[in-house]
């Protein structure tokens, strides 16, 4: 469909805004408490402005948790245009305020193009992500989240993210407490020297979190975070993990908003709290880490099964900012093609960015253009 000609009025106004789909299949497929995906059914965003700076983002709507699809964000991003474009990337916060009015539900959308609006606007300003963020440090470590696959399957896995220099493994738990203690355990055989996170994706009922946790205390492990161990929508359930667990809890389905981070902060209801910007976009994003901070909650980032695009621009997200106890960036190393190069370079399970490239830095590869 033509659109009609229009005059930028500086050389930050949005001139276009692009969305296309990203298909990336993974090495193998990815199991959690409340689906199964096999590939990356993403959507690149891209956005131009006057002076020719093209800045991207990518949009990871993961069904099992958001109920978003790359149809669905397609078709947003779509609606989005006449918002967008015309619009002076430099007013970002007032434009996201538009979409949010808009489309309050697509927020892998939304967040998409957030991404894309601040990397073209860093990009046309000649300054990394990270440092409009406030360049509070440029190397971030993160975790490796394993399946809910086979107990000699996670053991394997847990064996091989270790030599490649995991610290820290997640594990994907809330089928069955027996069985996922079994799988607890064949990780902590095979890895014994690396901390343990349990990611429960909202599969348990409040006494099942805690049978789990005292079947491991008896066999004397002690996992260092318990994330999201009951469904999102039982916060009463979720504090009383909090108050009998022994360890530091997370919520992360159950926060969308700053709102839902107050109400938790209120109630007692988590010690961590998971900033995803596909679940809240990158302005919300920015006020749940404020509330965090007030109420003396601990930040954690995570990603949906986003590619090295949303992944870099969560690592200058937390880079920029500081503060973040817990990091869980890895998605990107679940699939088996990269379509892009830049943002990072990792060594091990540690990213580092580039002081001297402006916006994430991401590009896409020539053969995927």
């Known amino acids: ?52 700076t093209v800045g991207l983002g990518e949009s990871a709507p993961f069904p099992p948790s958001g109920g978003e699809t790359q149809e669905t964000a397609l078709a947003a991003l779509h609606g989005m245009v006449p918002l967008v474009e015309c619009h002076d990337a430099a007013s970002w916060r007032p434009l996201s305020e538009s979409l949010l009015a808009s489309f309050e539900h697509q927020t892998t959308a939304r967040a998409g193009v ?13 300054i990394p992500l990270f440092q409009f963020f406030g360049g509070v440090q440029s190397q971030v470590e993160t975790d490796v989240s394993i399946p809910i696959v086979a107990p000699a399957r996670v053991a394997e896995l847990a064996r091989l993210h270790a030599r490649q220099g995991a610290a ?11 069985d996922d203690a079994d799988r607890v355990l064949a990780l902590v055989e095979a890895a014994p020297d690396c901390d343990l996170i349990l990611d429960g994706n909202q ?17 004397d492990v002690e996992p260092v975070l318990f994330e999201q161990p009951v469904h999102r929508h039982d ?18 389905e159950s926060v969308q908003t700053a709102a839902d981070a107050l109400r ?15 679940k809240a976009g990158i302005v919300e994003a920015l006020a749940i880490a404020a509330v965090c901070r007030a109420a003396n909650i601990d930040l954690m980032i995570g990603a949906m099964i986003e590619s090295r695009l949303g992944i870099a621009t969560s690592a200058h997200f937390i880079a920029g900012l500081g503060g973040f106890h817990y990091i869980d960036l890895d998605t990107a190393m679940l699939l088996a093609d990269d379509p892009f190069t830049g943002g990072y370079t990792q060594s091990g399970m540690t990213l580092t960015l580039d002081p001297a490239q402006p916006g994430h830095g991401v590009q896409l590869r020539e053969s995927a253009e």
């Open 1 to 52: 469909m033509a659109r009609a000609a229009r005059t930028p009025t500086t050389p930050t106004t949005i001139v276009r805004l692009d969305a296309e789909p990203l298909d990336i299949p993974l090495h193998e497929p990815f199991a959690i408490a409340t689906g199964r995906v096999e590939a990356a059914r993403n959507v690149l965003v891209r956005v131009t402005l006057a002076d020719g």
């Open 114 to 126: 957030e991404a894309a609006v601040l990397d073209a606007l860093t990009r046309s300003w000649g």
């Open 168 to 178: 820290t493994l997640k594990l994907k738990v809330g089928s069955n407490v027996d």
């Open 203 to 219: 599969g348990y009922t409040p006494i099942e979190a805690l049978e789990l946790l005292r079947a491991l205390k008896e066999e």
């Open 235 to 252: 916060l009463e359930g979720l504090r009383f993990v909090t108050e009998r667990a022994g360890i530091p809890v997370a919520a992360d």
């Open 264 to 278: 938790i902060a209120r109630m007692g209801a988590a010690n961590v709290v998971n900033i995803k910007l596909m």
